[in-house]
């Protein structure tokens, strides 16, 4: 876990909204892809990412400050999408909505379930993501990481580094070429590293 990551779960532990709101706009974008993954329902994936986020504050008392910030959540956030896959009330919704195929929610749930949230998961991923940006060339890892970090837009990002908006999209491209090879094996834990 990153230093300010471990103050902000400090100041969460101590009730701090403000620091709780800072986390969860860090990572409701992150939840919400990894959760659209397999329900495919706007609504359905923000529920179930709000719901991680309120068991999260509710046991904030229990946390610990160097925790894993994102196996936890991920790890919450796959629990309740598996709660609500397994849901016959849920499952009968889909069906008569036409929203999905039996199969399709056996294969979502299947893949679910195999999916590995661990810490040490995490810790791998994030090895192999700080590996990935020491070997981009260095335009294009600055380039990246005010894209994909910093949630600047690609205007944003030429007028900072005085380079074209069609530069920074060539950067970004060439960086999600190189990520989506070295991180393969953990799609979708890292799918909101290749949305734009």
Not at 45 to 53: G, K, M, P, R, S
Not at 176 to 188: A, H, N, Q, R
């Amino acid at each position: 876990m990153t230093e300010p990551e471990a103050q902000l779960v400090k100041k969460i532990m101590n009730g701090d909204d403000v620091a709780f709101k800072v986390l969860y706009n860090k990572y409701f974008p992150r939840l919400y892809y990894f959760i659209y993954e397999f329900v495919r329902i706007d609504d359905i994936a923000e529920n179930i990412v709000q719901d991680t986020f309120a068991t999260f504050w509710e046991k904030r008392q229990t946390l610990k400050e160097d925790m894993n910030v994102s196996s936890y959540l991920y790890s919450v956030a796959r629990n309740n999408c598996l709660y609500r896959l397994r849901d016959q009330r849920y499952r009968q919704k889909l069906f008569t909505s036409g929203l999905a195929a039996p199969n399709e929610l056996n294969q979502n749930l299947r893949a679910l379930d195999a999916i590995d949230t661990s810490v040490l998961v995490f810790n791998e991923i994030e090895q192999i993501v700080d590996r990935t940006l020491e070997d981009l060339p260095p335009q294009c890892k600055k380039v990246f990481m005010l894209s994909r970090f910093e949630g600047m837009k690609n205007r944003e990002i030429a007028e900072e580094l005085n380079i074209t908006t069609k530069a920074v999209e060539g950067h970004i491209t060439r960086s999600l070429k190189i990520f989506k090879s070295t991180l393969k094996d953990y799609l979708p834990l890292v799918t909101y590293i290749f949305i734009s």
